[in-house]
């Protein structure tokens, strides 16, 4: 038998939200269920309800910074228990069998994964995300949160977390290692927290120096205001990573020339337009010029505990459920410090 739970609904591309009651699934075996207290607005939300990344599927619940607590499990579930405090990301399923999935990068599942909102599970069908005050979830794709992190702090880590998380350690990220952060967002402000955790000499790029104090805050050693043309020139041949956390085109080229021999530029944010690169940028110094999506359950389990052993959580507005639609905007502007967060019982429906 299914459950119903209230939910903030988008029935179309850029439609407001309307709380009402959604669906879940009957409890499976391996399933655990999930009181959802707090669900963070990731900027990939807003792409997905506006159908900036392509045709959607409506009605939508996006969100997939999701922070609850048990509250039922299955006949075989072993590794949560009721009470415990638990996250659940961007995915809510994968094949389990393929070379990725036993790896431990569900995200790159050769069936596709199953995303936690705006996708179709293997029977067809649409997922339905964290905004709401419950989900069902496959045991493999739930988090245990370690005590220490707050829920509201901890949900952002889901997502904005591990997506900042996997490729600063992909990319050896550790004492002595320089690190660029570009733009101090969302991500940005994640990717500053873990990569001086990490014990990286931080530098943040933003377009003005709006943001400067916060940047030394959270971690960083040194800010640069973009909008002065040569602020990266001093700069060259620097950092050993430069990640780009910005969803925008910017001029890749000035960023790589900041980047050392054997160093690496990489993206996780995406822009719905194409970076144009010059070759001899990367051919040259040997430079690499690369993307990362996310991570997998077993990277996003190992995340939670390194923010925990070093007193990380994401810096959070968290908001009542009337305020989503207008947050929307904010989150485009920039004006936000730096996640907003849903307390998902102010959903009256």
């Given at each position: 038998?299914?459950?119903?739970?209230?939910?903030?609904?988008?029935?179309?591309?850029?439609?407001?939200?309307?709380?009402?009651?959604?669906?879940?699934?009957?409890?499976?075996?391996?399933?655990?269920?999930?009181?959802?207290?707090?669900?963070?607005?990731?900027?990939?939300?807003?792409?997905?309800?506006?159908?900036?990344?392509?045709?959607?599927?409506?009605?939508?619940?996006?969100?997939?910074?999701?922070?609850?607590?048990?509250?039922?499990?299955?006949?075989?579930?072993?590794?949560?228990?009721?009470?415990?405090?638990?996250?659940?990301?961007?995915?809510?399923?994968?094949?389990?069998?393929?070379?990725?999935?036993?790896?431990?990068?569900?995200?790159?599942?050769?069936?596709?994964?199953?995303?936690?909102?705006?996708?179709?599970?293997?029977?067809?069908?649409?997922?339905?995300?964290?905004?709401?005050?419950?989900?069902?979830?496959?045991?493999?794709?739930?988090?245990?949160?370690?005590?220490?992190?707050?829920?509201?702090?901890?949900?952002?880590?889901?997502?904005?977390?591990?997506?900042?998380?996997?490729?600063?350690?992909?990319?050896?990220?550790?004492?002595?290692?320089?690190?660029?952060?570009?733009?101090?967002?969302?991500?940005?402000?994640?990717?500053?927290?873990?990569?001086?955790?990490?014990?990286?000499?931080?530098?943040?790029?933003?377009?003005?120096?709006?943001?400067?104090?916060?940047?030394?805050?959270?971690?960083?050693?040194?800010?640069?205001?973009?909008?002065?043309?040569?602020?990266?020139?001093?700069?060259?041949?620097?950092?050993?990573?430069?990640?780009?956390?910005?969803?925008?085109?910017?001029?890749?080229?000035?960023?790589?020339?900041?980047?050392?021999?054997?160093?690496?530029?990489?993206?996780?944010?995406?822009?719905?337009?194409?970076?144009?690169?010059?070759?001899?940028?990367?051919?040259?110094?040997?430079?690499?010029?690369?993307?990362?999506?996310?991570?997998?359950?077993?990277?996003?389990?190992?995340?939670?505990?390194?923010?925990?052993?070093?007193?990380?959580?994401?810096?959070?507005?968290?908001?009542?459920?009337?305020?989503?639609?207008?947050?929307?905007?904010?989150?485009?502007?920039?004006?936000?410090?730096?996640?907003?967060?849903?307390?998902v019982s102010t959903i009256r429906a």
């Amino acid at each position: 038998m299914t459950t119903t739970t209230p939910a903030l609904v988008a029935d179309g591309p850029g439609a407001p939200f309307i709380a009402r009651q959604v669906e879940r699934r009957t409890l499976g075996a391996d399933d655990v269920s999930i009181a959802i207290s707090h669900a963070g607005i990731c900027h990939s939300d807003i792409h997905q309800v506006r159908e900036e990344w392509g045709t959607a599927i409506f009605p939508m619940v996006p969100g997939h910074e999701i922070a609850g607590v048990v509250t039922a499990v299955g006949d075989t579930v072993t590794q949560v228990k009721v009470g415990d405090r638990v996250g659940v990301g961007c995915m809510v399923d994968s094949c389990g069998e393929c070379e990725m999935c036993k790896d431990g990068f569900e995200q790159h599942c050769e069936r596709g994964a199953v995303m936690t909102y705006n996708g179709r599970g293997y029977d067809g069908e649409p997922t339905l995300g964290g905004y709401s005050q419950s989900v069902v979830v496959s045991e493999r794709f739930v988090c245990p949160i370690p005590e220490g992190i707050g829920m509201a702090e901890a949900a952002p880590l889901l997502c904005a977390g591990v997506t900042t998380y996997s490729p600063l350690k992909r990319w050896g990220v550790g004492p002595g290692t320089k690190v660029g952060v570009v733009g101090l967002g969302g991500l940005g402000h994640m990717g500053v927290k873990f990569a001086a955790a990490m014990g990286a000499e931080v530098t943040v790029f933003s377009r003005t120096s709006a943001k400067a104090t916060d940047a030394l805050a959270l971690g960083a050693v040194e800010h640069v205001a973009t909008s002065d043309p040569q602020a990266l020139r001093p700069l060259r041949n620097r950092f050993d990573v430069v990640l780009n956390t910005v969803s925008a085109d910017l001029d890749m080229n000035a960023y790589l020339r900041t980047v050392k021999p054997r160093g690496v530029l990489v993206n996780v944010g995406l822009p719905t337009g194409d970076y144009a690169l010059k070759p001899g940028l990367l051919v040259g110094n040997s430079r690499v010029f690369a993307g990362s999506n996310i991570g997998g359950i077993p990277e996003t389990r190992e995340m939670l505990e390194f923010a925990a052993r070093h007193g990380i959580g994401a810096t959070v507005e968290v908001i009542d459920a009337a305020d989503v639609t207008a947050a929307y905007d904010k989150v485009v502007a920039g004006d936000v410090r730096y996640r907003y967060v849903i307390d998902v019982s102010t959903i009256r429906a």
